[in-house]
């Protein structure tokens, strides 16, 4: 089992810059993807970054790219989501979430991601 919690989350103007946390704990070893994914209302829950544990491999999804940056510290256990030059349409609930498998083919599909936390709210007022 794995627990995720996730914090950093809050209201912001645009252009403004917020990072998000996620701490993992118990079987951490296998965490190996571990990625960010946010749901807006009335819309589809969809993967804006991931990074792989050992490979290094990263993923941003188009409408962050440049804007945010994903990082993480195994030692600490410990995801990050550095968001910067915010945008009202980046309002959401942020969840952080763990792939489990070494290589599953796929950083955005939420499928392929086993353990997930509570979630953070981000709102970028305009």
């Known amino acids: 089992q794995v627990q995720l919690v996730e914090s950093g989350g809050g209201l912001v103007q645009a252009g403004g810059s917020l990072r998000l946390s996620c701490a993992a704990s118990?079987?951490?070893?296998?965490?190996?993807?571990m990625g960010w994914f946010r749901q807006a209302p009335g819309k589809e829950r969809e993967c804006v970054a991931a990074i792989h544990r050992t490979l290094g491999n990263i993923y941003y999804a188009d409408s962050v790219k440049g804007r945010f940056t994903i990082s993480r510290d195994n030692a600490k256990n410990t995801v990050y989501l550095q968001m910067n030059s915010l945008k009202a349409e980046d309002t959401a609930i942020y969840y952080c979430a763990a792939d489990t498998k070494y290589y599953s083919g796929s950083f955005s599909a939420i499928k392929e991601y086993d353990y997930w936390g509570q979630g953070t709210q981000v709102t970028v007022s305009s």
């Open positions: 118990g079987r951490t070893v296998n965490t190996y993807v």
